[in-house]
């Protein structure tokens, strides 16, 4: 039996990969499957559990950590994130595509557990554009968008480390040219 495919999307901080994420996803030629992660931040009005984020305690994120239950994670603002292997691996071993977002210092790790899967990672127009899009975001809490613009710089340096690296000038074009080479990678697996 195939495997799915791992899509992981990756960024610098804010720089609209959720927007670029909502187009694959809702791309039925694509198939994808969100690979929702766990997180130990609290759970905003808006937000489902199960379907934004498995919302947990600290305790219980340093248990998923020590039984070795997550494929990454990170801490952000005194946050930590991760993505369920367990979950990630189903999906695959039912040949489901599975998008995962994290960010770029996740990738080294998912990619040593799945080395097939295929990375992109999304840069800003400019510096310029990004820190007023965190300062339209943020408005007067200009201590989260500094540190937003600070992790912003530290993703970017790992940029060239990715073979697949796109700016978000257009969104759109971005989103076009991702799914060109999930196709093309689908069709080579199915030869």
Known sequence: MSKGLV??????????KGQI????????????????????????????????YYFVTHKGFASAVKNR?????TEFNGYYYGT????????????????????????????????DALA??????????????????????TVSARNRLNKAKMDMELAPLFKNCFSNEDPKAAYLHIKEI??????RREE
Not at 22 to 42: F, G, N, Q, W
Not at 120 to 141: A, N, T, W
Not at 182 to 187: F, G, P, Q, S
């Open 7 to 16: 899509v992981i999307l990756s960024g610098a901080s804010s720089v609209g």
């Open 21 to 52: 994420r909502k187009m694959l996803l809702e791309d039925e030629e694509l198939a994808l499957i969100y690979s929702v992660s766990m997180t130990t931040r609290p759970k905003r009005k808006e937000e489902v559990d199960g379907k934004d």
């Open 69 to 73: 239950e997550l494929l990454e994670y």
């Open 84 to 115: 369920p292997k367990n979950q990630v691996e189903f999906l695959i071993e039912q040949d489901k595509n599975v998008l995962i977002e994290v960010e770029a210092q996740g990738v080294g790790p998912i990619k040593l557990n799945i080395p």
């Open 120 to 141: 992109f990672f999304i840069m800003p127009k400019s510096l310029e554009d990004l820190e007023k899009q965190l300062e339209k975001i943020y408005g007067d809490d």
């Open 182 to 187: 999930i196709l093309a990678e689908l069709k």
